[in-house]
């Protein structure tokens, strides 16, 4: 028995990035009856998140203008918002938006606040909004709900409880002599903020991953002006991702149901047919790519553990490469910055970090896939490798207590949390809660395609509706049959 004092919300959201503050406005939207929520963040920036916290212009959206609206059902809203915002968007270079265009992710972090603040101020009376900030510590059980911890000494009691945490910071490389990741030399997460100023010192920095966020740190260090002379990329394959294109949406063209590919091997033998046979009629395998989006997690729940980790191991990164694309503009400055000589690639596999020069400098170590040692000495080494997805690697207070509780469990792949398709947590004892839920990347594990906007605002909508249906059941309509005993 819960005998702790606290407020009394019907719903409580951890993490008010895009997909907890879109829980936030649906769950506002579908409520018949007063509804009590609170959304809490551990910065002041609702509604932003990691992707649309930045400030920088040339850090873009990588899906077009036209697919990025918050709302399912009204896919204008954004290029809308875009539209009556002329002078903002021309202050971020914009001028008159296009659907096709890849906006700048500050201009939509601005929309998704600006909605949390329009909806927060429209509810009807009794029906409340509260954003509260601070780092939420821990969850537990308690009668009628969970309590949620915002520090050692303050929580508060939700009837229900929506997990929204979104990406983690990435974890180390693999390497045996770990002294390197508690130097100076060394920043472990790409997001920057106050630490941009240790960038900004570094005349030769070496970046770890060549992906989008390699791609958004380089571009960051432009904008800012850093007098970086060389920016070193190294991944296992040192390939950026790939640029998009703009072409007409490709029909789906695998067969539904059971007809499903079982295998990895099956399901690539088709993939690859397909993308030859658009190719000899002049179509780019772009749109083929992109017509597998919405069958993805159909397809992924297909598979059994061992095709699933048979792609993680060989197919992942391609697929990554592939899907995660870069709009043209960046890709462009990037090229330019290779041919001037300021960026330059490495493909291999690091094998060792330790600092040289007193702690200022850093020798790095990387073996070839010709199985060559090369060395490279950088003042900075920053981590741009992607999220960990292990959620028992996690260096974070709450995760590491709900694993303790036994109230959440990573899925068996490792790269996420168990969860039901509806969202509910799974915990230890293998039981879904009826009070505990989660969506975006704590869902990779069951879903694989489960972090951009497109995905996450169905999952809002659909979670923000069975909850509110949960905490305000529909009085049955006079006349109608109801059961009885
Ligand atoms: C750099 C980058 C660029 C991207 N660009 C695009 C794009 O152009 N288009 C697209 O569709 N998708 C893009 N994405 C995908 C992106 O992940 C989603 O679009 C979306 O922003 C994810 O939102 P989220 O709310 O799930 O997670 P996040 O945005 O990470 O938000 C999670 C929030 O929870 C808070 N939080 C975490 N733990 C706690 C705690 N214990 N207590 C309190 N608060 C907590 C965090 O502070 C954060 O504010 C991008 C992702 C990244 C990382």
């Not at 809490?40 to 992707?51: M, T």
């Not at 993939?271 to 046979?277: C, I, N, P």
């Not at 007193?358 to 040692?373: F, I, L, N, P």
Request: aromatic share 6%.
């Amino acid at each position: 028995m819960d005998s702790l004092s606290g407020p009394e919300y019907d719903l409580a959201i951890i993490g008010a990035g895009f997909s907890g503050s879109m829980v936030a406005i649906n769950a506002l939207a579908a409520a018949r009856e007063p509804l009590k929520v609170v959304l809490i963040n551990k910065s002041a920036d609702f509604g932003r998140g990691i992707a649309y916290g930045t400030r920088c212009p040339s850090h873009l959206l990588n899906v077009p203008a036209a697919r990025m609206s918050a709302f399912v059902d009204d896919p204008d809203d954004f290029y809308r918002w875009l539209e009556h915002h002329r002078a903002l968007c021309e202050a971020f270079g914009v001028g008159a938006a296009r659907k096709d265009q890849f906006i700048p992710r500050a201009l939509f972090g601005q929309y998704v606040s600006e909605l949390l603040e329009r909806r927060a101020s429209e509810v009807a009376p009794g029906t409340v909004l509260k954003k509260i900030v601070a780092d939420v510590q821990d969850v537990q059980e308690c009668t009628g709900g969970m309590r949620v911890w915002l520090d050692a000494d303050e929580s508060l009691r939700a009837r229900k409880v929506v997990l929204a945490p979104g990406n983690f910071p990435p974890g180390d490389p693999p390497l045996r002599d770990r002294a390197i990741f508690r130097s100076r030399c060394y920043l472990g997460q790409p997001w920057l903020g106050q630490r941009m100023d240790r960038v900004r010192r570094a005349r030769e920095v070496l970046i770890l991953g060549t992906a989008l966020t390699a791609d958004d740190l380089v571009l960051a260090m432009r904008e800012e002006g850093c007098e970086t002379h060389h920016i070193h990329l190294l991944s296992r394959h040192g390939r950026g991702p790939q640029p998009h294109r703009p072409a007409p949406p490709y029909p789906a063209f695998l067969p539904a149901g059971a007809e499903r590919p079982r295998t990895i091997r099956e399901l690539f033998r088709r993939v690859r047919a397909e993308v030859r046979r658009a190719g000899r009629e002049g179509i780019d395998w772009r749109p083929v790519l992109d017509s597998l989006r919405a069958a993805t997690p159909e397809l992924w729940q297909g598979l059994d553990l061992t095709n699933k980790r048979r792609f993680l191991r060989h197919a992942r990164s391609w697929w990554e490469m592939h899907r995660h694309r870069v709009p043209p503009d960046v890709l462009e400055e990037i090229e330019r910055l290779e041919t001037a000589g300021t960026v330059i690639r490495h493909a291999g596999r690091i094998e060792g970090m330790r600092t040289i020069d007193a702690g200022d400098r850093v020798r790095v170590v990387y073996r070839t896939v010709a199985q060559e040692t090369r060395e490279l000495e950088v003042d900075l080494v920053v981590n741009c490798t992607g999220p960990e997805s292990n959620y028992r690697k996690l260096d974070d207070p709450l995760i590491i207590n709900l694993l303790a509780r036994g109230l959440v469990h990573p899925d068996p792949l490792l790269l996420g949390l168990k969860v039901a398709p509806n969202g509910a947590l799974e915990n230890m004892a293998g039981n879904y809660s009826s009070t505990f839920y989660t969506l975006g990347s704590p869902r990779r594990g069951t879903l694989y395609e489960t972090t951009a906007v497109p995905e996450l605002r169905r999952q809002a909508q659909r979670l923000a509706r069975e909850l509110v249906h949960d905490l305000q059941p529909p009085v049955p309509a006079r006349g109608v049959a109801t059961f009885e005993i």
